[in-house]
């Protein structure tokens, strides 16, 4: 009862410490009380350490209850779910890996459904996976756009290049920008995602063989 008072408490350092000291003595009794607190914890770096203490207890309980999340109202409780069931590495969880939760319409959630998927996929279906996620390009801010062309990226260059082929001809000028982007991260792991980004739009925007306004 004192750790889950300690989970709860208004102090950060409290609640890291309760978490760890979860995760260090794993107890099955504490699953709903780990899970529940991933949904409201406002610290990143507690939230890590519940899905630390999380990882730690029996996958076959874990599982299943984060499945659960993964259909709440709350999107910090299925962004959490997802993160973490991306650490579970668990096969089962793949087939929850939904069009509506890699294309969510809260970013922090697609982003963390994005990552999952690319963990999870089974063997064989990586370029479906792409086939369904460059439906996202184009998509949000610099963070959003990068996290998507890292997920794809994982997939690896024989599944994600058909279809940013296709995405290369779109008619949506953002679209087109974040698939060269793409492509550049693919063959530059290395590069600037954002430099990239932004010579892509002057491709499309001035053709290729106008560098004004490049700098180095």
């Known amino acids: 009862m004192e750790l889950i008072a300690a989970l709860a408490a208004a102090d950060v350092s409290t609640r890291l410490n309760a978490a760890l000291a979860a995760g260090s003595s794993p107890d099955p009794e504490l699953l709903d009380t780990l899970v529940a ?7 990143f770096y507690v939230r890590d350490m519940l899905t630390w203490a999380l990882i730690r207890l029996p996958a076959a309980i874990v599982v299943p209850r984060l499945l659960v999340e993964l259909s709440s109202v709350c999107a910090q409780a299925r962004s959490q779910a997802l993160h973490t069931l991306s650490k579970c590495k668990d096969p089962g969880a793949w087939p929850a890996l939904t069009d509506s939760l890699l294309r969510d319409a ?4 697609a982003r963390s459904a994005w990552r999952a998927a690319v963990v999870l996929v089974p063997a064989g279906q990586q370029q479906a996976l792409a086939e369904r996620l460059v439906t996202q390009l184009g998509r949000g801010e610099r963070e959003v756009r990068l996290s998507l062309s890292r997920a794809l990226v994982m997939l690896g260059e024989a599944a994600i290049m058909p279809v940013l082929r296709n995405a290369l001809a779109s008619r949506d000028d953002r679209v ?14 290395n590069a600037a995602f954002e430099h990239s980004l932004d010579q892509a739009k002057r491709v499309f925007v001035l053709g290729p063989n106008d560098n004004a306004g490049t700098s180095g």
């Open 176 to 189: 087109r920008a974040h698939a060269r982007a793409t492509e550049r991260l693919l063959r530059d792991p």
């Open 106 to 109: 809260d970013d922090e959630v």
């Open 37 to 43: 607190r991933c949904a409201i914890e406002p610290d």
